[in-house]
């Protein structure tokens, strides 16, 4: 049974950076295709960013592109998103999530991935 903690949430002015990290009790973090998604009060989860499995190709949510980063450390079993800019509208749980299935068209579904973390809330004020 894969686990996934995550880390590095809190609160923030509009404007700021937040670097959250996932860490993956797997060690071989680049059989996994891993990705973000985040909940906002009253709101569905939301797509936030993807990596593929075993590839460099990613993914992300159209209000995340260009501010957004995600990426892997398989020598530490992390998984990281960089959020830069960050606005009110991106306050919500954070969720790390992973899966071992190869290919792309998938990764912004929710419901394909097996594993799933707790979450970390970010908070931004404005």
């Known amino acids: 049974q894969v686990q996934l903690v995550e880390s590095g949430g809190g609160l923030v002015q509009a404007g700021d950076s937040l670097k959250l990290s996932c860490v993956v009790s797997?060690?071989?973090?680049?059989?996994?295709?891993v990705a973000w998604f985040r909940q906002g009060p009253g709101q569905e989860r939301e797509f936030v960013a993807a990596l593929a499995r075993s590839s460099s190709t990613t993914d992300y949510g159209d209000s995340m592109k260009g501010r957004f980063t995600i990426s892997r450390d398989s020598a530490k079993s992390m998984v990281y998103l960089q959020m830069n800019s960050l606005k009110p509208e991106d306050t919500a749980v954070y969720y790390c999530?992973?899966?071992?299935?190869?290919?792309?068209?998938?990764?912004?579904?929710?419901?394909?991935?097996?594993?799933w973390g707790q979450g970390t809330q970010v908070t931004v004020s404005s």
């Open positions: 999530a992973a899966e071992q299935s190869y290919g792309t068209r998938w990764l912004r579904l929710a419901a394909e991935y097996a594993y």
């Open positions: 797997e060690r071989a973090v680049n059989d996994y295709a």
